[in-house]
């Protein structure tokens, strides 16, 4: 399977956006079945009753139902007192699905269990069900209420040909880019996003003041993952609340465990947690698993890479399968990410620009200092202006009419105004630059 990338990290300092490697939410469950030999890593478990068990995992590389049937049972012989006895075992032509039926020992009681697999693009889904022989009906029939449902997959295309993403057909898009990234939400409140990059604005930089007052800007000091959602989280949920969502609040990380960074100087941690959504009557408690990284970029700020899957708290355990799924099925066209971010670096050279231009303004008011303090001030001022707008990557644009000014896009400021006031039919609008406010 090809390995998932490509994320848009921020350098604030220039603007640039490049392109990392980012590992997708694997099957990298929260609620092992761990046994002495260890055969069993990986296996997420649906539902316990008794002795008895329901576990999912998914294994790439197997294109075989039948063999994704015999690698379970291999795994499992560990697990019992004594040998697996295939009781028996069907699939369709294709070998696309299969299921097993095997009989052992648990504990001294003779215990039964089915193994289900289904095949597809990225690999095996299996479902594994055991209990003892003489498990009470209600415990078996927790068990089995706990596999996972048939789903219908609907595959979708991302902006830019950057990729495509298999979605249950009653899951939509919420937001996707050209870089890949991508966030879907489910029928019962289960949220997935794969790829979401973020700048952080240390506390000590000259842009901190500006990010705090945009209440759409986050600031922390760099630090390892778990710290930073903890410092993050508030941020987040004042985001959300400002762009009419629900407020988002941390109650507790419930584990979480180091992994690989993928950049210099990074730091990354798989994290489990409770979240509440929501406040008074609408609360929804949800249990959240991310892999989260941060890494440093420069003096003024740093950056956070992460994906994570979401949903109710009474639900999650049958609902993080399919996340895992879902996040199986991305797949990135690596070319066509290069060419949207060369684009988009392009797109910004005029911004590029204006910061030569300033430095420029900025030299030329140095030089011209001993000869007139008040213009070296001025033309000083003018540059910091420049600097700062193409920091914040906005410009202001006025309604000559009404006095109303709205904040838009820098690098589309100009084609904005123009298209407005060729829709009124003369110059009603007007470009407002920082350095003239």
Not at 94 to 108: N, P, S, Y
Request: one cysteine or more; a positive charge.
């Amino acid at each position: 399977m090809k390995t998932q990338c490509a994320f848009l990290l921020f350098v604030p300092l220039l603007a640039v956006l490049i392109l990392v490697p980012i590992r997708p939410l694997a099957a990298e469950g929260m609620k092992p079945l761990v046994d002495p030999s260890g055969s069993l890593t990986g296996y997420d478990v649906l539902a316990s009753a008794g002795e008895g068990r329901t576990l999912f995992v998914l294994k790439a590389g197997v294109h075989s139902a039948k063999e994704g049937v015999l690698a379970a049972l291999h795994d499992f012989r560990a697990a019992f007192d004594d040998k697996l006895v295939i009781g028996g075992a069907f699939g369709d032509i294709k070998d696309r699905q299969c299921q097993g039926a095997f009989m052992a020992k648990l504990k001294g009681q003779p215990a039964q269990g089915t193994v289900f697999c289904g095949v597809g693009d990225n690999g095996a889904a299996i479902t594994v069900v055991y209990h003892r022989k003489d498990a009470p009906v209600q415990e078996v029939a927790k068990l089995m209420g706990a596999l996972p449902t048939p789903v219908q997959w609907v595959e979708h295309k991302l902006p830019g040909g950057s990729g495509t993403l298999k979605l249950p057909s009653d899951w939509k898009i919420l937001s996707s880019s050209a870089l890949g990234s991508v966030s879907a939400s489910g029928p019962s409140g289960q949220i997935i996003g794969l790829g979401i990059g973020a700048q952080v604005t240390s506390p000590n930089s000259f842009l901190a003041p500006q990010a705090r007052a945009s209440g759409m800007a986050l600031v922390a000091p760099f630090s390892d993952p778990v710290t930073a959602v903890k410092n993050l989280s508030p941020q987040w949920s004042a985001m959300s609340q400002k762009q009419g969502g629900p407020a988002i609040t941390l109650n507790r990380i419930i584990t979480n465990s180091p992994a690989t960074a993928q950049l210099p100087n990074g730091q990354a941690a798989w994290i489990y947690s409770a979240v509440t959504r929501g406040t008074g009557p609408q609360a929804v408690p949800v249990r959240e698993l991310a892999i989260v990284e941060c890494y440093p970029v420069s003096p003024i700020g740093w950056g956070i890479l992460l994906s994570f899957g979401s949903a109710p708290d009474s639900s999650f355990d049958t609902d993080l399968p399919i996340m895992m799924q879902i996040a199986q099925a991305w797949k990135l066209n690596d070319q066509a990410i290069s060419a949207n971010s060369q684009a988009m670096i392009n797109a910004q050279q005029q911004n590029f620009a204006a910061i030569q231009r300033s430095m420029d303004a900025k030299n030329a008011a140095f030089d011209s200092f001993r000869r007139s303090m008040r213009n070296s001030e001025r033309v000083r001022e003018q540059g910091n202006a420049d600097f700062l707008e193409v920091i914040h990557g906005y410009r202001t644009v006025e309604n000559t009419d009404t006095g109303y000014r709205q904040e838009v896009d820098l690098g589309n400021s100009k084609r904005i105004v123009d298209k407005l006031n060729e829709r009124v039919g003369y110059q009603r609008y007007k470009e407002v630059p920082l350095r003239d406010q």
